[in-house]
């Protein structure tokens, strides 16, 4: 079971060491699978148990070069960065990624050999249109993509319940991850507006590995509470 926190735009390299060295400490003997993507400025080497990954937001893909603002891997490597976040809506619709270059980090990040959390989600127009309109969707976003890849993850997130404090009926993420999961054998994780009280309800669906959180991971003793709950549930 995979419990994600996507910090975005938050925290600052200061915050984020004491944000993992609290979790580290309270999950390094758990079963739950922890990661955590601060911003790129706080990247760092952590001591970590096997259990809890830190990962990035957000790549170029090419080793280093000319990419004014870009991150490339080199300088993931430099801390031995190896899981990446690809695809998150905010990247889709405030940055302007398209399914292409979506797709190149994707084969990058693949032929490097790193954890993937490939992300997708359907505006709430589309979710207007019913559940085959959702599918559809999700699919699209998905083609191209080598669904076999061993280090890959698959985060749904609905873009309308990110960060909207609004999360997707329990019966739509069990029928929309059920119906991935038919083809996609690989973890498969929910996210939209996950927080400590709805966690539990969310990791009991059946088809549900894991959840991705945003907002109500950044405070610390929120994230270690959900970290517990999920604890709870894997027994
Ligand atoms: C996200 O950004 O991936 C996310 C799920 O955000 P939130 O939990 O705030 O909805």
Redesign the pocket.
């Known amino acids: 079971m995979i419990i994600a926190s ?1 910090f ?1 735009t938050n925290h600052t390299r200061k915050s984020t060491r004491e944000f993992v060295s609290k979790v580290a400490d309270f999950a390094k003997n758990l079963s739950v699978d922890v990661r955590i993507y601060p911003p790129s400025s706080a990247l760092d080497c952590f001591d970590l148990s096997k259990n809890i990954k830190i990962g990035a937001q957000n790549f170029y893909p090419a080793q280093y070069g000319s990419f004014t603002g870009e991150i490339g891997f080199e300088q993931l490597e430099e801390f031995k960065i190896d899981s990446l976040l690809v695809g ?1 809506s ?1 990247r889709r619709s405030i940055l302007g990624e398209s399914n292409e270059l979506i797709k190149e980090k994707f084969d990058f990040a693949k032929a490097k050999n790193v954890e993937i959390i490939f ?1 997708i989600g359907e505006p709430q127009t589309v979710w207007a249109g019913g559940s085959l309109a959702v599918l559809d969707y999700l699919w699209n976003q998905l083609e191209g993509i080598d669904l076999k890849y061993e280090k890959l993850i698959i985060a749904y ?1 609905p873009v309308w ?4 404090g609004r999360s997707a009926p329990l019966e739509e993420i069990e029928n929309t991850l059920s119906f991935l999961k038919e083809d996609i054998d690989r973890p498969l994780l929910y ?4 927080k400590a009280e709805n966690i539990a309800e969310i990791l009991r669906l059946k088809s549900c590995d894991g959840v ?5 991971s950044w405070n610390v003793e929120n994230f270690i509470e959900m970290i517990k709950i999920a604890n709870e549930e894997l027994k």
């Open positions: 996507n975005k998150h905010e992300c997130e319940a990110i960060g909207t996210g939209g507006s996950v991705l959180v945003g907002s109500a």
